[in-house]
T-cell receptor, first 107, second 119 residues
Framework: EIVMTQSPATLSVSPGERATLSCRASQSVNSNLAWYQQKPGQAPRLLIYDASIRATGIPARFSGSRSGIEFTLTISSLQSEDFAVYYC?????????FGQGTKLEIK | EVQLVESGGGLVQPGSSLRLSCAASGFTFDDYAMHWVRQAPGKGLEWVSSISWNGGSIGYADSVKGRFTISRDSPKNSLYLQMNSLRTEDTALYYCARVGLQTDAFDIWGQGTMITVSS
């Protein structure tokens, strides 16, 4: 099973600042990596797919990148509505695993 | 409006069975692979099961293999999860999710249905 490891578990950032979230795969998943945002009491929402493509309606302040088995979600200037839990997910060869999540909180 | 609506959740005893349903609307159901994902209270997301657009390919997490069965009914635009031999560790909010046409990421999610397994 491919294990996805997210870091940090909690990230405290001030509104207007940049947030950088990381996700590492235990083996290659190519670019088959998605990022989701989940707010309390809500279903997850797809932000980024194929490592770097923004989903429909996602603001440009959200961006994703890949370097080998390391993936990064960057939020360029945090808005109040961005404070939530973020999950990465790999979907490679009919295999699907999520990271444990990063909670992005207001500093 | 593209929508997924889960139903069938509830409180059940260990060892019992339950069938979840997911009603799809606003898109051509036959074109999409579908998934079940669960989230235990206060925990992260766990993929449970997948079914391809035509039902020809199916997958399960090891934690549910042999106990859960995924299926779909195209005329009814519905996805199902038959859950047998339920355990306390199956307690979770169960989401159905759609795979995108241009990606295997999950682009549409329902609001979930809660399963509580307890004696």
């Amino acid at each position: 099973e491919i294990v996805m490891t997210q870091s940090p578990a909690t990230l405290s950032v001030s509104p207007g600042e940049r947030a950088t979230l990381s996700c590492r795969a235990s083996q290659s998943v190519n670019s088959n990596l998605a990022w989701y945002q989940q707010k309390p009491g809500q279903a997850p929402r797809l932000l980024i797919y194929d490592a770097s493509i923004r989903a429909t309606g996602i603001p440009a302040r959200f961006s994703g990148s890949r370097s080998g088995i390391e993936f990064t979600l960057t939020i360029s200037s945090l808005q109040s509505e961005d404070f939530a839990v973020y999950y990465c997910q790999q979907y490679n060869n009919w295999s699907y695993t999520f990271g444990q999540g990063t909670k992005l909180e207001i500093k | 409006e593209v929508q997924l609506v889960e139903s069938g959740g509830g409180l059940v005893q260990p060892g019992s069975s339950l069938r979840l349903s997911c009603a799809a609307s606003g898109f051509t159901f036959d074109d999409y692979a579908m998934h079940w994902v669960r989230q235990a209270p206060g925990k992260g997301l766990e993929w449970v099961s997948s079914i391809s657009w035509n039902g020809g390919s199916i997958g399960y997490a090891d934690s549910v293999k042999g106990r859960f069965t995924i299926s779909r009914d195209s005329p009814k635009n519905s996805l199902y999860l038959q859950m047998n031999s339920l355990r306390t560790e199956d307690t979770a909010l169960y989401y159905c999710a759609r795979v995108g046409l241009q990606t295997d990421a999950f682009d549409i999610w329902g609001q979930g249905t809660m399963i509580t397994v307890s004696s």
